[in-house]
Every structure is written in structure tokens, then in C-alpha cells.
């Protein structure tokens, strides 16, 4: 896996216990039994993840860059 895959790789995971802790606490917050609430959380962080992943894939599947060369003014040009 190329070095920039692997950052977002691990990025997409940090954010993914984010999301988790997050909709879990407000299920929590909101009144619903904790059970629920995991089981809600961990559903839409695994369609997360899903996602994270088939973007990761198009992302590495992008042909590369190509840089743009300058090019150098002609003898007509330069008068």
C-alpha cells in the first residue's frame, strides 16, 4: 500500500471510533437501552468503514499525476 493510502488508512480508523463513541453516547444521552445504541453505532460505523474503504480504493486506482513542464520560449518569441 503506497505511504499517502496508509495515512488515510489510519486517519479513516481514528475517525471511524469517533463516530462510534459519538453516536453511541448520544443514543445513551437520548434514552435508549445501551444495547441499542451499540448495536446502531457499530452498524453505521461498519457502513462507514465500507465507504472509507471503496473510496480508498478509487482513490489508489487514479492515475498518477502528471507535472506540467514549462516550456521554453522560441527564438520568435523571445524578440
Keep these: 500500500m503506497p505511504e499517502p ?3 488515510l488508512v489510519n486517519l479513516l480508523f481514528a475517525a ?3 463516530v462510534f463513541l459519538g ?3 448520544a443514543g ?3 434514552g435508549v437501552e445501551p444495547e441499542i445504541a451499540m448495536l446502531r453505532a457499530g452498524a453505521a460505523s461498519v457502513a462507514l468503514a465500507v465507504v472509507g474503504r471503496f473510496t480508498l480504493r478509487m482513490i489508489e486506482s487514479a492515475p498518477p499525476t502528471v507535472p506540467i513542464k514549462e516550456e ?3 527564438s520568435a518569441e523571445k524578440e
Excluded: G, H, M, N
Design 16 to 18: 471511524l471510533l469517533f
Design 23 to 25: 453516536l453511541y453516547i
Design 72 to 74: 521554453e520560449p522560441t
Design 28 to 30: 445513551i444521552a437520548a
Design 5 to 7: 493510502s496508509q495515512k
